[in-house]
């Protein structure tokens, strides 16, 4: 027999995993909710030249991460190793962008052929924002507070932002001039990726890891140095808004993020507890995208937050599950009949209902319901079912009698009373 096993960088998120990603997306949904952003959802998988267009072909992403093949009919399709292209994309096709400013959110997995460690995956998690339309300064620092708070909100500890600013296209080439000058005499002294880098996406040497290149770096030109006025102005403002809203930063003037369409502040938020792979959340402005992609001159800002860094992070509370309400023990033909139409009844709650469909005896039926720590428990047996009624109790009291009480079917204002005195009064959120 063969043995299938899943690719290398791919991982099945298990049931007891899973509790703790949907609490995470339980507690970012409702912040993104409450700061009015809404939904949109594009497809995985999108045809190659969006991406070579969209995010630009000298970049890590597309030269060397993309799952690029050829379907049937011959076409080159791409599964999407980020969101902002197929949004922008998504925008411009469906004719949304005549929408003055629009907040949407994603979520979903993304495809990088990356080498697999902990917080790196070739499928992964992400959830990105984007604000279109936006351009005052006041968007790039809602947007920077909005993925500083689901952070914090989801107990996320050592938080660090990183800022930095890429300016306008003229100040980026006028900057690329001078700094191709230094290249061409310091080229010798850099990593031979970095070398690489010269002909097809200099600006993206500034972001190296290579330690050595790193220090060689400190004596280039600076991008700081060639911002217009103008740019220079926005940047400052930034920083004067987050220190009056407390948000801590340091500058990084060497943060120039992957991805090509950037333009002015760019941004990362890392986790001291994170190790090599830190930054859980990557954004920035993209005012030349979506002109880029064959829409209107519409400015935008966005982030990604990697979900697999983001429950690597988060605190072991948001493993636990919201325990069984009720669980209804049965035995008997008529009795396993009318088990079923009150399971469908209590469903209509906001309870969890577990019907027991094992037809074993009332002992272990029992048995199962205190393993799962039952809230509340029904019985119905053959005596019951005779007398058309169930006997239901709090499972903690079993020997008080004053919390069991027994219910004709049928009654449902007193079934309704007693599961509002009893467990709807107290149910988790
Ligand atoms: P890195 O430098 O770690 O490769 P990146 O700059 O390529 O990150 P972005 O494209 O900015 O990442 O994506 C935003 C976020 O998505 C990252 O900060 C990270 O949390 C997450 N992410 C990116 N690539 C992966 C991956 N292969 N596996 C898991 N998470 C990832
Ligand atoms: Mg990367």
Redesign the pocket.
Known sequence: MNNFKNLRGTVDLLPDQLIKWQNVEKIILEQLFRSSVKEIRTPILEMTDLFLRGIGEGT??VSKEMYTFLDRGKRSCTLRP?GTASVARALIQNGLLTKPFQKLWYMGP?F?Y?RPQA????Q?H?LGVEFIGYESVRSDIEIITLAWDILEKLGIKELNLEINTLGDHVDRSNFQKAFLKWLEVNKNSLDQDSQRRIDKNPLRILDTKNIKTKKILEDSPRLFDFLSEKSLDRYLTIKEKLKLLKIPFIENFNLV???DYYTHTAF?ITSGLLGS?A????GGRYDNLINQMGGAEIPAIGF???L??LILLSGNELEKSRETDIYIVNKGSNAETLAMQLSRKLRNYNLITELDLSGSSFSKQLKKANKLKSRCIIVIGDIEALKNEFVIRLFINVNSKNQEETISFGDDIKLDNWLKKNLLSTVLP
């Open positions: 890590d992403v980020e993304m990088r990356e917080g790196r995956q070739r992964f992400q993020r992957g991805l990362e792979q930054t859980v959340c990557g990604a937050i990697g697999e860094r």
